[in-house]
C-alpha cells in the first residue's frame, strides 16, 4: 500500500492538522473579517514597519478589544505576523487580500454556503438540500436563484462565472474547429457562453435551454446585445424525463452544467441528447474533474465543493472524479473521442459521439 501525505504526517502533526480542522469556521470568520474591516489592507498600506495594536484601532476605528481579538487570532492564522510590538501583513494575509480566486471562494463560501452548511447532516440523510431552506422553500436552488438576497446571487455568480470565463477562452477554438452552424446550449444560465460564441463567430445559431426564470435573465441579456436575431429560447424543466431536447442541432453544449445532477440524472438527460443529435453531430461536455487537477489544492477546492451541492443545491450531484462521470456518459451511449485537460485553470472538455454499437 502507497502512503498518502496524510498517512505519511506524525502524530504531532496529524493531531495539530485535526486542531485546525476542529477551529476551521473560527478561522474562516476571523479571516473574513481582518479582510471586511480593513486591518488587512492597514498593515499592508504600513509596509514592513508594521503598526502597533492601538494605531491599528484608530485606523479602523474599533476598539481597541475588537482589534486585538483579531489581531491575535490572525497571529494564529498566519495572516499576521508581530515584531517589538507591531502587526505586519504576511504572504498569506496579502492573498487573502487581494488574490481573485480567495476572494471570490470566500465570498461564495460566507454568503452562499456557511448557514446552509449546518445542515449538512439532515441534507446526507435525506439526500435533499435541507441547508437551502435558509434562503427559501425550494426543492433546488436553481428554481429560486433569480429570488436569492442581491448580495447572495453576486456571490453565486462570482464563482460559477469566474471558473467557466477562463475556461472559455481555451475552449472556443476547439468547439468551432469542425465549423458549427447550430448549436444547443443547455443549462447555458445567464447566457455567458452564448455571448462567447457570438462574438467568436459571427455565422453561428445558439439555442440556450434552461429554466423559464433562468432564461429570462438570458433574454433580457440578448436584448441589450442585440443578439434575438442569433439566439432563440427553449424553456424546460430538465428533469422531466417525459419532455424531449429539441433537434437539428450540430452540437449540443453543456458547461458545468452536469455536476448539477446525481449520476441517474446525467444519464437521463445524456439519454435525451442522444434521441435529439443528428448522427453526425456531438455532444461537448466541459467540467473541472477533481482527479484531473494539475495541483493538489485544485482537487481540495473542487471536493470541499461538492458539499454545497449537497446542503444547498440539489441534494444529490456533485463535483466529479472522471471516471464515475465518464460511466454515466458511457450508460447513455456515448464514446468519448476527444478529451482536452487543462482548459482554463480546471476543466476538461470531453467530445462525445454516438456509440456505434448502442
Not at 502597533?52 to 490572525?74: D, F, P, W
Not at 419532455?243 to 452540437?251: A, R, T
Request: glycine share 6%; with cysteine.
Amino acid at each position: 500500500m502507497i502512503l498518502t501525505k496524510a498517512h505519511q504526517k506524525s502524530a504531532l502533526a496529524a493531531k495539530e492538522a485535526a486542531q485546525w480542522i476542529a477551529f476551521a469556521p473560527v478561522v474562516f470568520q476571523s479571516a473574513r473579517v481582518l479582510r471586511e474591516t480593513g486591518i488587512l489592507q492597514e498593515l499592508e498600506n504600513a509596509g514592513s514597519e508594521g503598526l502597533t495594536l492601538e494605531e491599528v484601532a484608530e485606523q479602523v476605528k474599533i476598539s481597541i478589544y475588537g482589534v486585538r481579538v483579531l489581531l491575535e487570532s490572525g497571529l494564529g492564522i498566519g495572516l499576521i505576523e508581530s515584531n517589538d510590538d507591531k502587526f505586519v501583513i504576511t504572504k498569506t494575509g496579502y492573498f487573502i487580500l487581494h488574490d481573485e480566486l480567495t476572494k471570490i471562494h470566500m465570498n461564495f463560501v460566507h454568503d452562499v454556503c456557511y448557514e446552509g452548511l449546518f445542515s449538512l447532516d439532515k441534507s446526507i440523510a435525506l439526500g435533499k438540500p435541507e441547508g437551502l431552506k435558509v434562503f427559501g422553500e425550494w426543492s433546488t436552488i436553481y428554481e429560486g436563484l433569480s429570488k436569492l438576497p442581491e448580495h447572495v446571487q453576486k456571490s453565486w455568480f462570482g464563482f460559477d462565472h469566474f471558473h467557466s470565463d477562463h475556461a472559455f477562452p481555451d475552449a472556443l477554438p476547439e468547439v468551432f474547429k469542425h465549423n458549427p452552424k447550430k448549436i444547443l446550449d443547455i443549462g447555458g444560465n445567464t447566457g455567458k457562453w452564448t455571448i462567447a460564441c457570438t462574438t467568436y463567430n459571427p455565422d453561428v445559431q445558439i439555442t440556450i435551454m434552461d429554466l423559464p426564470g433562468q432564461l429570462d435573465m438570458a433574454k433580457s441579456r440578448m436584448k441589450e446585445l442585440k443578439l434575438t436575431d442569433r439566439v432563440s429560447f427553449y424553456p424546460t424543466n430538465i428533469l422531466d424525463e417525459t419532455l424531449p431536447f429539441p433537434k437539428g442541432h450540430d452540437i449540443i453544449w453543456m458547461s458545468q452544467f452536469l455536476d448539477c445532477f446525481s449520476d441517474a440524472e446525467i444519464v437521463s438527460i445524456l439519454k435525451r441528447c442522444y434521441e435529439a443529435l443528428d448522427e453526425n453531430g456531438s455532444v461537448l461536455i466541459l467540467e473541472p474533474f477533481w482527479d484531473r487537477q494539475k495541483f493538489e489544492v485544485a482537487s481540495f477546492c473542487l471536493q470541499q465543493t461538492s458539499l454545497y451541492f449537497t446542503a444547498l443545491a440539489n441534494g444529490n450531484s456533485q463535483m466529479y472524479n472522471s471516471e464515475t462521470f465518464i460511466r454515466c456518459i458511457e450508460q447513455a451511449g456515448f464514446t468519448i473521442v476527444e478529451q482536452t485537460d487543462n482548459i482554463g485553470f480546471s476543466h476538461t472538455l470531453l467530445k462525445c459521439i454516438k456509440s456505434k454499437d448502442h
